[in-house]
């Protein structure tokens, strides 16, 4: 008898799909690991109605860890656009925890404003005051 695979993968969210966001039913049945923090290496970008992660910056960026199975992270490729629009690439969160992540290619973010708290949650609350 073959055993079904169990593997997971740790994700980091950190906008749209974070818990109480629009995307985040997409994580249902997703073990929350909890709250994180990337490592002082990344920017995060306002790109409309969600944010961008991009590498080779000086912030932290906020957000969540899930553990994902392998039909899930299928999906969530799917809504990310992998490989195309973002690319899930793995990360070392602050405290030394490897997770994958998507980010987007810096290049297409010429001229999006920076998220300077890294928090794409406090980010709306600031930009709904406008």
Known sequence: MKRASTSV?????????LSG??????LRGAR???PARTRPCFTLYDYGPF?????????TVAGEVYEVDAPMLA??????GH?????????????G??????????????GCPTIESGCWRLHL???ESW
């Open 83 to 95: 490989p195309r629009f973002y690319q899930r690439s793995p990360i070392t969160l602050d405290g």
């Open 125 to 127: 609350q600031e930009r």
């Open 21 to 26: 966001e629009p995307n985040h039913h997409l």
């Open 75 to 80: 999906a969530l490729d799917r809504l990310e």
């Open 9 to 17: 993968t740790r994700v980091f969210v950190y906008g749209t799909l």
């Open 97 to 110: 925890a490897r997770v994958e992540a998507y980010l987007f290619p810096k290049a297409r973010l010429a």
């Open 51 to 59: 944010p961008a992660l991009a590498s080779k910056g000086q912030h």
């Open 32 to 34: 929350l690991v909890g």
